[in-house]
């Protein structure tokens, strides 16, 4: 029988999500944490799967995230099944911590695994430091991209459906929640910045950085290409020198 119309495959068709794996960290004072802990657990921290500003709803795609945390804590693989995909903690020191990410089913999709360094200490230049001591807060953040390869009819409907940016409509105040209009007619979003599943222009997770780290890895690419190279010349004279001996 034929596949039903909805999970066939759109031929030479690809979308990408980018989103943010991160951490955040914190120095445990009486004040910000009164409840009791082990005594040899000094820091607060939470870990967390988040969209990029002004992103799409990542339940479109993403249906459940599974931590796994260091070994030392109890129930160490932990699963968040709807947003904030986030878990929060309190420990002693720092580790990697494995992610799991499940897609929607639609997608067709086996699971994907990421990784992310949880920072306890103030890490980066003199000035980060210096902002997240004050702060008292270490933010690490990695911007990730999963790509759907031929997706099923179903699913590229569903990302590319409008609804996927309804949480960011402004709100009206009225019983319908979101939904204001401009008086171009045309609908309205917070803080009046269009949403997009695109990196967006500028910032640290921009095109433009993008670019920048695409030219940085072909240059390296270039680099290594040509040690390559030198390598296998030296190994061709090595050689002749052996067989004229
Ligand atoms: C370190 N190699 O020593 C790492 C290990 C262990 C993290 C980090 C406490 C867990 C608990 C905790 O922070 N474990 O007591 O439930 O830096």
């Known amino acids: 029988m034929p596949a039903a119309t909805s999970s066939r495959r759109v031929k030479n068709t690809r979308i990408s999500r980018a989103f943010i794996i991160g951490s955040q960290s914190w120095t445990l004072t009486p004040e910000n944490h009164p409840e009791p802990t082990p005594t040899n657990h000094t820091k607060g921290w939470r870990v967390y799967v988040r969209p990029l500003d002004h992103g799409p709803d990542m339940t479109t795609w993403l249906k459940k995230v599974q931590f796994k945390l260091h070994h030392t804590y109890a129930d160490a693989s932990r699963t968040i099944e709807a947003p904030p995909f986030q878990i929060q ?85 009225g019983s319908k929640g979101r939904g204001a209009k401009g008086r171009n007619g045309k609908l309205e979003y917070e803080g009046g910045k269009e949403p997009s599943a695109n990196l967006p222009e500028r910032g640290p997770w921009s095109k433009a950085e993008e670019k920048r780290w695409l030219d940085t890895l072909s240059l390296a690419h270039k680099n290594i290409d040509a040690m390559i190279n030198d390598e296998n010349k030296k190994a061709q004279e090595r050689r002749q020198r052996l067989e004229a001996a």
């Open 89 to 173: 903690e309190t420990g002693y020191g720092e580790f990697d911590i494995e992610l799991r990410l499940y897609f929607d089913s639609s997608s067709g999709e086996k699971a994907q695994y990421r990784s992310h360094r949880l920072r306890l200490e103030p890490f980066g230049s003199e000035e980060n430091v210096k902002r997240q001591v004050a702060d008292n807060l270490v933010t690490a953040e990695q911007c990730e991209i999963v790509e759907f390869n031929e997706p099923s009819t179903d699913f590229l409907a569903k990302l590319t459906a409008e609804e996927q940016f309804a949480h960011l409509l402004k709100k009206t105040g």
